[in-house]
């Protein structure tokens, strides 16, 4: 199956303070803890079905584009999330302390 990332729909279900994308029935998440000045992600999970994609960095985008909207600090402690920031590095700045 091959997944158009820039068609994904992400949605925040801010009751489970999660942004998650099902495609076909399976589900991907960023897990999140949000305050009033910092958002730490806290897992990122895609089903083993759907990955290698870009799902993941898709998702993790679309949660980090959210914080920076709301100037919020990203707490990174999810392992994929620390790797991903570093990869993209115009995402380092929200992890600075303001």
């Known amino acids: ?8 729909e992400i949605i925040n279900n801010t009751s489970e303070n999660r942004f998650e994308t099902w495609i076909n029935g399976l ?5 999140y803890i949000e305050d009033k000045d910092s958002f ?3 897992h990122v999970g895609v089903h083993p079905d759907l990955r290698g994609q870009g799902i993941a960095g898709k998702i993790t985008q ?3 584009d959210y ?3 709301k100037s919020l600090r990203v707490i990174p402690i999810c392992s994929y999330a ?5 990869k993209h590095e115009e995402y380092k700045p929200l992890t600075i302390k303001k």
Do not use: E
Not at 27 to 31: E, F, R, V
Not at 82 to 86: L, Y
């Open 1 to 8: 199956m091959t997944i158009n990332l820039d068609t994904l």
């Open 27 to 31: 589900g991907s998440k960023l897990d």
């Open 40 to 42: 730490a992600i806290t």
């Open 62 to 64: 679309f949660a980090l």
């Open 67 to 69: 914080a920076k909207s």
């Open 82 to 86: 620390v790797w991903w920031i570093q």
